[in-house]
Nanobody, 118 residues
């Protein structure tokens, strides 16, 4: 079992920055891939970014590439999402997820709201 708790969301003006944090507990954090996803109102949940167990390999959605940075601290059991140059279209509930099995992200946090005003 893995428990994930996100924090750091809030209201920010366009062009601003936020740093999301996800605290993990349960199974050995350093052994699995982590990811961030988001869901805007009336839209499907979409992939944002992912990072491998070691923190050396990352991958981003085209919509956030160059603006968002995913990182992790295995000593603290945390994964982060630094979001810069935020846009109104980044407004969504952001979810942290863990991939402990081969084919899918199987553990999810409760989400944290990010609202970007224009």
């Amino acid at each position: 079992q893995v428990q994930l708790v996100e924090s750091g969301g809030g209201l920010v003006q366009a062009g601003g920055s936020l740093r999301l944090s996800c605290a993990a507990s349960g199974r050995t954090f350093s052994s699995y891939r982590m990811g961030w996803f988001r869901q805007a109102p009336r839209k499907e949940r979409e992939f944002v970014a992912t990072i491998d167990w070691s923190g050396t390999s990352t991958y981003y959605a085209d919509s956030v590439k160059g603006r968002f940075t995913i990182s992790r601290d295995n000593a603290k059991n945390r994964v982060y999402l630094q979001m810069n140059n935020l846009k109104p279209e980044d407004t969504a509930v952001y979810y942290c997820a863990a991939k402990t099995v081969r084919d899918r992200f199987d553990y999810w946090g409760q989400g944290t709201q990010v609202t970007v005003s224009s």
